[in-house]
């Protein structure tokens, strides 16, 4: 069987509709029974999906955050389901350090540490919710 999960469910459809005809009855039978769990569970998940959407499409800060390269639906309105209001951060660079993206906000001492992709993590997430 190819791989893939259009190739699964392909199988699972063609199962479901007889296409077993070399199966041992009790192998189909409980092929049959992961087919089905395994459609209906496609489905409730196409459907989980459709609702977080719907979601990003009310919420302004999902919206915004949809608009950064690499963050979709899911992972927007994860982000804003975790961090809620960012106004409670003082810079980009804290909300960062929250997440866990780049080190603690702590003195140096006066020495720059930091490396050029933390700098365009923190200015993505300061202009994300700046402007707001």
Same mark, same amino acid.
């Given at each position: 069987?190819?791989?893939?999960?259009?190739?699964?469910?392909?199988?699972?459809?063609?199962?479901?509709?007889?296409?077993?005809?070399?199966?041992?009855?009790?192998?189909?039978?409980?092929?049959?029974?992961?087919?089905?769990?395994?459609?209906?569970?496609?489905?409730?998940?196409?459907?989980?999906?459709?609702?977080?959407?719907?979601?990003?499409?009310?919420?302004?800060?999902?919206?915004?955050?949809?608009?950064?390269?690499?963050?979709?639906?899911?992972?927007?309105?994860?982000?804003?389901?975790?961090?809620?209001?960012?106004?409670?951060?003082?810079?980009?660079?804290?909300?960062?350090? %929250?997440?866990?993206?780049?080190?603690?906000?702590?003195?140096?001492?006066?020495?720059?540490?930091?490396?050029?992709?933390?700098?365009?993590?923190?200015?993505?997430?300061?202009?994300? %919710?700046?402007?707001?």
């Amino acid at each position: 069987m190819p791989i893939g999960i259009e190739a699964v469910t392909a199988f699972a459809k063609r199962h479901l509709d007889g296409d077993n005809s070399d199966m041992p009855e009790i192998a189909s039978g409980m092929l049959g029974i992961r087919c089905y769990q395994f459609i209906g569970l496609n489905a409730r998940i196409e459907g989980y999906s459709k609702m977080i959407e719907q979601h990003v499409l009310l919420n302004a800060d999902a919206r915004r955050l949809t608009r950064m390269p690499g963050i979709g639906s899911i992972t927007a309105s994860a982000i804003v389901a975790t961090i809620g209001d960012a106004k409670q951060f003082r810079t980009g660079r804290d909300l960062a350090a %929250w997440l866990g993206l780049i080190p603690l906000n702590k003195p140096s001492g006066g020495k720059e540490r930091l490396g050029k992709i933390t700098r365009r993590v923190t200015a993505i997430f300061a202009n994300c %919710w700046s402007s707001a």
